[in-house]
T-cell receptor
Framework: SAVISQKPSRDICQRGTSLTIQCQVD?????MFWYRQQPGQSLTLIAT?????????ESGFVIDKFPISRPNLTFSTLTVSNMSPEDSSIYLC??????????FGPGTRLTVL | GENVEQHPSTLSVQEGDSAVIKCTYS??????FPWYKQELGKRPQLIID?????GEKKDQRIAVTLNKTAKHFSLHITETQPEDSAVYFC?????????FGKGTSLLVTP
């Protein structure tokens, strides 16, 4: 399976600021997603990161709050904008493998004070 | 959209016993159903999956069954070991993206 890395692994941020999370894959992948996992909760899909076009957002998530870039088939970024304590979560990218299995990055643990 | 229900939310078993976790889904178009294990502080790890063209799949101590008519699927872990303790998530695919159940916290006591 692909090797997926994320930066940063964790961060503590002040409310009102923004943080950009990077996801790097060691091979080209067509499908890439961003998920959020709030403390003690399940995973919720934020958006599909589309290469060369705007991301596709799920209900409850908007581009102004979570802008996403996907400049090529191995890299994507998710920005959490104008953060509030409610944004404290683990943010995970995922990629789809050759048999449609989905693999997750190690996650970025965000704490907003 | 797809809705995935998972039960139980917590499960405690003695080492060597079996554990069963059940999920139901709503979208009849879903064809792919993975199970993930997440240990504390780690990423979800794919442990087994099943596609709609089969009813059961086994991998050593882990098995998954699928009933497409009833829209439910289950994870079975036999001969449980303390290292099986983790949170388990079921999911149903919807256009490649996954909709997850709320998770089952499994505790295996020696």
């Amino acid at each position: 399976s692909a090797v997926i890395s994320q930066k940063p692994s964790r961060d503590i941020c002040q409310r009102g600021t923004s943080l950009t999370i990077q996801c790097q894959v060691d091979s080209q992948v067509t499908m890439m997603f961003w998920y959020r996992q709030q403390p003690g909760q399940s995973l919720t899909l934020i958006a599909t990161a589309n290469q060369g076009s705007e991301a596709t957002y799920e209900s409850g998530f908007v581009i102004d709050k979570f802008p996403i870039s996907r400049p090529n088939l191995t890299f994507s970024t998710l920005t959490v904008s104008n953060m509030s304590p409610e944004d404290s979560s683990i943010y995970l990218c995922s990629v789809v493998g050759g048999l449609n299995e989905q693999f997750f990055g190690p996650g970025t643990r965000l704490t907003v004070l | 959209g797809e809705n995935v229900e998972q039960h139980p939310s917590t499960l405690s078993v003695q080492e060597g016993d079996s554990a069963v976790i059940k999920c139901t889904y709503s979208d009849s178009a879903s064809n792919y159903f993975p199970w993930y294990k997440q240990e504390l502080g780690k990423r979800p790890q794919l442990i087994i999956d099943i596609r709609s063209n089969v009813g059961e799949k086994k991998d050593q101590r882990i098995a998954v069954t699928l009933n497409k008519t009833a829209k439910h699927f289950s994870l079975h872990i036999t001969e449980t070991q303390p290292e099986d303790s983790a949170v388990y998530f079921c999911a149903a695919e919807s256009g490649y993206a996954l909709n997850f159940g709320k998770g089952t916290s499994l505790l295996v006591t020696p």
